[in-house]
């Protein structure tokens, strides 16, 4: 694996990269949030709109629709730990580069589907690709070049996710109407490679000691300096400190330590509910509106809101994570969740439906931010990929899960309150686990030990 320690072929002097007039980091997050963009073919928000015209066409059940796309979620999910392995081991450029190839190709190979196992392949490569990878591998990049303001810039970069989840599904629809759904198809996958692959190879660089600065732009002859905790320390460690200290040397966990902390468990536990429910409540969205009398036209309505919302909790999530420990944020998310849903219950107007929106929009917005930005911080760098990879195996796993709790609890009760009411206990221990996640104790005694405690 390539070091982080500055000896990179970019950090050569008169290098056009080192010659930038500001921190190379920020053209790193422009590409992750291109990455994010372009995640769309593998994300729900445009599968959805590709079922009706597929169904029509090939005459198969949306029954078989719907378990096709949940075995591809769940085959996704088997594929998280190799891809963030290959992450830590081959670098961003070279990870990503392959696997946007693999997205163009995954998207044509839909538009030319005749049967159902090839259906199901195409499911699989895309949601192990659109949902997982692009996600994973974007969120490495952004935690591997920034530490200071790791927050702030995770927020910045899910712009390209609000983006996707805005513009996508009427392009999308555009493209079918004038097209029909095979080329459809098949022009989403040439633009994955039109939009993303030459900034992959072009842009791309692994860390920011390989081009001869350290994260956030901070020159390396520089880090020995005294310098303020609350300057260097991301906030999440600042619980621990409060005082002047020189700079502590990051920690880095291999995925087996990792293992081995009550933190990675805590965290994971946390990152469970969040998925789970809000792809129940997204996925039956029009008919939880429904059976309180509320129309199609306007649960539609309510659904376009979601994005933008959830851009704004995204950079309120962001800028808090940097000043806040983010063990805090993502129990005040879970809170929110729970919130979230008992308001679900009582809708019985408008302005109700349109409320509960924002609540779902701030707990995806402030859990998505922060479960982001901590595991760089409790963990260091240099091992992200195959230890985020790991949760994430987890999170796609129970996120694939989400609307069959639902759909089953409505099929036995005809109420979409009670599955409301019995999962409500998900968050509310997601919210327990998540302050129960504390840093973990070889990060607390390094910290500790390279500063003045009283």
């Known amino acids: 694996m390539e070091s982080m320690n500055g000896t990179g072929a970019d950090s050569r002097k008169g290098s056009w990269i080192t010659s930038t007039p500001f921190y190379y980091g920020w053209v790193i997050l422009v590409v992750a949030g291109i990455t994010h963009f372009t995640s769309a073919p593998g994300q729900t928000y445009v599968v959805s709109i590709f079922l009706e015209p597929m169904i029509d066409d090939m005459g198969w059940s949306r ?179 409060g005082k002047s200290a020189s700079e502590p040397s990051e920690i880095h966990f291999k995925l087996s330590e990792a293992l081995r902390t009550k933190s990675l468990w805590m965290l994971v536990f946390s990152s469970i509910a969040l998925p789970l429910i809000m792809t129940g409540l997204m996925f039956h969205h029009v008919s939880i509106l429904g059976s309180k009398g509320l129309s199609p036209a306007l649960a539609a309505g309510t659904m376009g809101l979601f994005g933008p919302l959830m851009l704004v909790a995204n950079l309120g999530g962001g800028y808090l994570s940097d000043r806040m420990p983010n063990r805090f944020l993502l129990a005040a998310g879970q809170a929110i969740l729970v919130i979230t849903m008992l308001w679900a219950m009582t809708i019985e107007t408008a302005w109700q439906a349109v409320f509960y929106i924002v609540l779902a929009s701030l707990s995806v917005g402030l859990v998505g931010t922060t479960n982001t930005v901590i595991w760089a911080n409790y963990f260091g760098r240099r091992y992200l990929g195959s230890i985020r990879g790991f949760a994430t195996t987890i999170m796609v796993a129970f996120s694939a899960l989400g609307a069959l709790p639902f759909g089953i609890i409505y099929d036995r009760s005809e109420s979409y309150d009670t599955a409301i009411l019995i999962l409500l206990v998900l968050p509310v221990f997601a919210c327990i686990f998540s302050l129960l996640a504390l840093p973990p104790q070889r990060y607390t005694k390094s910290i500790e030990s390279s500063i003045n405690v009283p």
Request: hydrophobic share 50%; proline share 3%; with cysteine.
């Open 63 to 241: 029954t078989v629709f719907s378990g096709l796309y949940t075995a591809g979620s769940m085959t996704a999910a088997l594929f998280m730990v190799a891809v963030g392995k290959a992450l830590d081991r081959f670098g961003a450029r070279k990870t990503l580069a392959i696997l946007c190839v693999l997205m163009g190709f995954a998207a044509i190979w839909i538009s030319g589907v005749d049967a159902k196992w090839k259906l199901y392949v195409g499911f699989a490569a895309l949601r192990t690709i659109g949902q997982g990878s692009f996600g994973l591998v974007a969120t490495t990049m952004i935690s591997t070049w920034f530490v200071r303001m790791r927050g702030r810039a995770t927020a910045l970069s899910s712009l390209g996710g609000a983006a996707s989840m805005t513009a996508f599904p009427f392009v999308v629809h555009l493209l079918i109407e004038s097209l029909g759904w095979r080329q459809a198809w098949t022009t989403l996958g040439i633009s994955v490679w039109v939009l993303l692959l030459v900034p992959v190879i072009v842009l791309i660089r692994r860390s920011p000691e390989d081009i001869g600065v350290l994260p956030d732009g901070d020159q390396i002859h520089k880090s020995s300096e005294k310098i303020s905790g609350s300057e260097r320390i991301p906030a999440i460690e600042n619980e621990l400190l």
